[in-house]
């Protein structure tokens, strides 16, 4: 059974810290690795893609990859009120079209 | 704007009821998917489909049925069979094969179906 694994949360930061949050994932040979944003009552939206290890920049968001490790992670610099909502992080599956999804970890970011 | 939709936003089933939910996408994306999240729950996989006129189950396929007789068309049929069909139901496409990014999704605002 593959699994992706998320701290459900709630993960709390303050207005203009970094917030950190991480998933887990168990099929090692895994090679595409996403991060959703989903707002209350809304669907995910796509904030990062990530293929290859290391850092991968887009403004205040920074997707970490360590496929050694089967870790995954997404930092978000500056946080604002706005961020607040549930990530999702997902993975691809070999040799196919599906991908699985963790079941999101719910941030808040108090001004 | 190229895009998916998804209608009706909100939808209202009576037991013993099939109900269609449409999804339809202009991004010419090959690949579509049918996902349902239960409250603080994740995504699971209703039905998926590569081509047009093929399709393959997903995780928790049984009570619902799709077809794909068209590139930009992929509506699901919740069936009476399906036990507890309340749920936000998403519509998401990607590209198809040849691209390295060809299984980033992206979803349709969702449908949310509750029965009376």
């Known amino acids: 059974q593959k699994e992706v694994e998320q701290n459900s949360g709630p993960l709390s930061v303050p207005e203009g810290a970094i917030a950190s949050l991480n998933c887990t994932y168990s099929?090692?040979?895994?090679?595409?690795f996403f991060w959703y944003r989903q707002y209350s009552g809304k669907s995910p939206e796509l904030i990062m893609s990530?293929?290859?290890?290391g850092d991968k920049e887009d403004g205040r968001f920074t997707a970490q990859l360590n496929k050694a490790s089967q870790y995954v992670s997404l930092l978000i610099r500056d946080s604002q009120p706005s961020d607040s909502a549930t990530y999702l992080c997902?993975?691809?599956?070999?040799?196919?079209?599906?991908?699985?999804f963790g079941a999101g970890t719910r941030l808040f970011v108090k001004a | 704007d190229g895009g998916i939709t998804q209608s009706p936003k909100y939808l209202f089933r009576k037991e013993g009821q099939n109900v269609t939910l449409s999804c339809e996408q202009n991004?010419?994306?090959?690949?579509m998917y049918w996902y349902r999240q239960d409250p603080g729950q994740g995504l699971r996989l209703i039905y998926y489909?590569?081509?047009?006129?093929?399709?393959q189950k997903g995780d928790i396929a049984e009570g619902y049925s799709v077809s794909r007789e068209k590139k930009e068309s992929f509506p699901l049929t919740v069936t009476s069979a399906q036990k507890n069909p309340t749920a936000f139901y998403l519509c998401?496409?990607?590209?198809?094969?040849?691209?390295?990014?060809?299984?980033?999704?992206?979803f349709g605002p969702g449908t949310r179906l509750t029965v009376l």
């Open positions: 990530i293929y290859s290890n």
């Open positions: 489909s590569q081509i047009v006129n093929d399709f």
């Open positions: 991004l010419n994306h090959d690949a």
């Open positions: 998401a496409s990607s590209k198809g094969t040849g691209t390295v990014n060809y299984n980033e999704q992206f």
């Open positions: 997902a993975v691809g599956v070999v040799g196919g079209f599906k991908t699985i």
């Open positions: 099929d090692r040979g895994s090679q595409s």
